[in-house]
């Protein structure tokens, strides 16, 4: 089981596969293996998967202190030089978008192609604001709740119906979320990295969730308009997390991108 350290912490990170490196990061309340783990038989057979949990997921430990896109981005970072594959494909989800999307701007070297899904640019709008104070009101009061919430924000209605009466209560049944969670949903509501998206050199592929409501359509727009030549792929009908349950659309669309660069 691999760790590193980077700025106190140390940071769990899974390692799959052989080949060229493709590192996955997760987003809030998940971990590289809920939110990847049936996503690395798509991709291992021709590439070193690298999926790092940053703070508050996995075995990752810190201080506990308030996090930063700037701590999450360094542990990604670590993960990827610690995994000794060099240069890697990049894809973020949801809040690992925004460390992915941090990553490829300061560490240039680091990152050959980036897939950014779910992502968003900045949390400064008022529903922003009103969406990640009532994921935090739920933590502290109301878990099973909080489930329920993230439940009919994350997936479509479509999603939803197709789970059944049986499967949406197994899904309520689950041990999430995880004690990191508040923290992450803290730096979720002050996430701004617009200044660091013009640096973004490396080929980028944008893909927007067209019925998410969690992560509304916009941020992925926000990011595409700031990331000079990047492509924009929005999936109708699709919710933030609907993908978990399916995840071949998400791999075609990226498989697609990366060869075009191998």
Known sequence: MPFT????SKVHYEVDGDGPGLALVHGTGGDADKVFGNVVPHFADTRTVIRPNFSGSGQTEDDGSELTVELIADQVAASIEAAGTGPVDLLGFSLGAVAAAAVAATRPALVRRLVLVGGWAHSTGPRDAFYFETWRRLLETDRDLLKRFSALTGFSAAALDSFGHDGLAASQADAWPPAGMERQVELGARVDIRDLLPAITAPTLVIG???????????????????AGSRLVEVPGQGHM?????????????RGFLAEGD
Do not use: C, Y
């Open 5 to 8: 350290s980077v700025r106190g």
């Open 209 to 227: 969730l067209g019925a998410d409501a969690m992560i509304p359509m916009e941020g992925s727009r926000q990011l595409h308009r700031a990331i």
């Open 242 to 254: 609907d993908w978990f349950a399916d995840p071949s659309g998400l791999v075609g669309l990226t």
